[in-house]
């Protein structure tokens, strides 16, 4: 399931009032959602919504990229303040080149790094331009 076929039905429709979209959207419309640059090159499809379990946040979003049925796909935690929905294309976007995307620190799904790890957390937030936000 996700952006383009959800039923309206599991997302809340609030007024808008920062930015493109529904205000309220259920994670499960947007995992699967293709993620896509701002060159129209296709960077991946988002794999998980990572939470932080303390502040209720969502923090990362979890990219795949390459491989084929899931083999030797690549995965990259991509902070959630770096991605830009575009309901109009029903995808989200990420202002990084394909080559940069390629680059990025990722990992395998048979080993996920410590997200709750604060120089993890750093390393990725400079590698997107991103601040993480204080707990």
């Known amino acids: 399931m996700n952006y383009e076929t959800t039923e309206t039905t599991l997302m809340q429709t609030a007024d808008i009032v920062d930015g493109p979209g ?12 293709d993620v896509y640059n701002l060159q129209d090159e296709d960077l991946g499809d988002v794999k998980e919504i990572m939470l932080d379990m303390r502040t209720g946040k969502v923090t990362y979003a979890v990219l795949s990229f390459g491989g084929f049925l899931g ?3 690549k995965l990259f935690a991509v902070p959630w303040a770096a991605l830009k929905l575009d309901p109009a294309n029903k995808r989200m976007i990420l ?12 990992f395998d799904s048979d ?10 957390a ?6 997107y331009g991103t601040t993480s936000s204080p707990y």
Do not use: C, Q
Request: aromatic letters at 10%; charged letters at 20%; hydrophobic letters at 35%.
């Open 95 to 106: 202002d990084v080149s394909k080559e940069r995307l390629e680059s990025a620190p990722g």
């Open 22 to 33: 529904p205000a309220f959207m259920s994670a499960t419309s947007l995992i699967g959602d």
């Open 122 to 127: 750093s390393g990725i937030h400079t590698y």
């Open 71 to 73: 083999m030797g796909e």
């Open 111 to 120: 080993n996920w790094p410590n997200m709750a790890d604060p120089e993890w």
